[in-house]
């Protein structure tokens, strides 16, 4: 938490344009397991259209068993329409987040609307570690955004696996204010904790979302989502999060 409130400090000392956000979520979890509770401080920074550094502060609890985490990422123009990012974060205990990971993706504009996308991030666990590579089309007309992601998820030692996210996205306020919503289903990559450690299993998710500016500075960010992993369990839970613009 130090760590965030320094970098928060040094932005705002160099005057910069700069919003932070701190939310927690809960989880219900069905057939008795634990639920889950994650609480979070995030900021992003914006030098000019399309090139942004962003990072998050997190602490979770899954299964009984408590995680830290940070990360930073930042994106960077390539050209007049496209765009690249990395990412990367870490985790000290790790006990069920991955000790490390790191992202990269390019988004390409072409079209009226159009973007379409591609990245891989590679996870480092205690006991193995997995790479997820994702592709993606979106299409902006008026007020909506619809968007169709794959996800391709592989334990290190094992078969792969697919998933596929569908959504759509409604604007006012400008592109401000939004509600959302997207479903999931395919298989997935997942790390339960000790002992088990790593699964790929049936997925199927829906989740709502949003994000409200009732003042200039101040916005409420929330989702809601029920996530049902295999026969292993339900997640039914509520995200809720204060923006504020600086």
Known sequence: MRLLVLVLACLAGRAFALDAEAGVSYENLD???PDWKSAYVEAAH???PRQTLYGMLRETERFDLRDSEVMAGYSHPLGSSLVGVVE???SPDHNVLPQSSVFGQLAWQFGQGWVV???ARYNSYTDNDSRTLNAGLERYFGSFRAFYALYNGKPQGSSSASAQRLGLDYYYCGERCRVGAALVWGREVENVGPPTGLITSDVRAFALYGRHWF???WALTWDASTHEQGDLYRRTGLRLGLRHRF
């Open 31 to 33: 057939k008795g397991k």
């Open 46 to 48: 914006d030098f000019a």
């Open 88 to 90: 990367a974060s870490a």
């Open 117 to 119: 996308s591609g990245g």
């Open 215 to 217: 003042t200039p500075a």
